[in-house]
């Protein structure tokens, strides 16, 4: 007599995604953040100090977050700050910061390896 396991295999291949894309949307936050507190060069702030840092009001910085889309396998980082564009981008007074392009292009490894341990963890 065959007896199918499809039922839980499955159920145990999108445990394995919904924590692999959890584990990634945190790093991948904590990424952004980080390379926003190293900043790209010094900026003068309203209190006169000087920092390289994207840091006016920890505003932008606290808002980066991460959403899953289980069904399409993604993370979405981002913000919901309207000027989060023209510091990321720049405007024709200043000069861009691609924080989120740079934080998760100098944390890709990091990424897939969270990845890679988290499904790995739940399947086996």
């Known amino acids: 007599m065959f007896k199918s396991f499809e039922k839980q295999v499955l159920t145990a291949k999108n445990l394995a ?26 900026t003068k702030k309203k209190d006169g100090t000087v920092s390289p840092a994207i840091r ?8 980066i977050q991460y959403e899953i889309y ?3 396998k993604s993370v979405v980082i981002g913000t919901n700050i309207e000027y989060a564009t023209q510091v ?3 405007t ?33």
């Open 70 to 72: 289980p069904q399409e």
């Open 17 to 42: 995604i919904d924590r692999a894309l959890h584990a990634m949307g945190q790093k991948a936050v904590a990424g952004v953040q980080k390379r926003m507190e190293k900043g790209y060069f010094p």
């Open 56 to 63: 006016e009001t920890s505003a932008l910085i606290g808002s």
């Open 88 to 90: 990321h981008e720049g």
């Open 92 to 124: 024709r007074k200043i000069k861009g910061r691609p924080y989120l392009k740079d934080g998760i292009d100098e944390n890709m490894d990091k990424i897939k390896k969270v990845c890679e341990v988290e499904v790995k963890r739940t399947i086996t």
